[in-house]
C-alpha cells in the first residue's frame, strides 16, 4: 500500500470548465515541493495533469512565469 502524502499548504482555483490545485508537499527526505494540478471533465471523463516543481527550481520557475505572464494579451 502506498503512503499518501498530506499538504502542507492548498489552494484551490476553480475557473471556467477546469480547476487548478496548488499543494506545497514534503517529500520522505523533509524536502518541501510545490504541485500544481488541473483537473477538467471533457465529454464525461476527468481529466488531471500535474506538474511538480521542486524547491531548488521554484525560483527559475517563478522567473520564467512573470516573463510569460507579460506576453500575454
Known sequence: MQEQISSLHSKQLPTKGQTYF??????KNGNQYLNITQSRI??????????????????????AFEEMKTKVA
Request: hydrophobic share 45%; proline share 0%.
Open 22 to 27: 496548488f499543494d506545497v508537499k514534503a517529500a
Open 42 to 63: 471533457k465529454d464525461g471523463q476527468k481529466f488531471r495533469a500535474t506538474v511538480t516543481i521542486f524547491s531548488d527550481q521554484l525560483g527559475a520557475f517563478a522567473q
